[in-house]
């Protein structure tokens, strides 16, 4: 089993920047994929950044590339998604995950979920 705690959310303007983070507490052996999902009102949730378990592959949704930042602190148990020049379309509850190892850029049901984590950014 694995339990997921996220923080890091709040209210920043438009072109600031965030970071989330999330702890881990790991209590079956296995090898997952890991990354963050966000959801805003009324629409899907979908992957923003995933990562396999070894880091050495990487996916961006194409609305973020080049901005949001996806990496982790094994010593820690936690994750990080830094967010950089943040825009109002960012706004959603975003969502530490882990799962199965499938293709990253196809990734849409983690075994594992966070409680959620509110990023509004003003225009």
């Known amino acids: 089993q694995v339990q997921l705690v996220e923080s890091g959310g709040g209210l920043v303007q438009a072109g600031g920047s965030l970071r989330l983070s999330c702890a881990a507490s790991?209590?079956?052996?296995?090898?997952?994929?890991l990354g963050w999902f966000r959801q805003a009102p009324g629409k899907e949730r979908d992957v923003v950044a995933a990562?396999?378990?070894?880091?050495?592959?990487?996916y961006y949704a194409d609305s973020v590339k080049g901005r949001f930042t996806i990496s982790r602190d094994n010593a820690k148990n936690t994750m990080y998604l830094r967010m950089n020049s943040l825009k109002p379309e960012d706004t959603a509850v975003y969502y530490c995950?882990?799962?199965?190892?499938?293709?990253?850029?196809?990734?849409?049901?983690?075994?594992?979920w966070g409680q959620g984590t509110q990023v509004t950014v003003s225009s």
């Open positions: 995950a882990a799962g199965w190892p499938v293709q990253l850029s196809t990734w849409s049901d983690p075994t594992y």
């Open positions: 790991v209590r079956t052996s296995g090898i997952y994929i």
């Open positions: 990562s396999s378990w070894s880091g050495g592959s990487t």
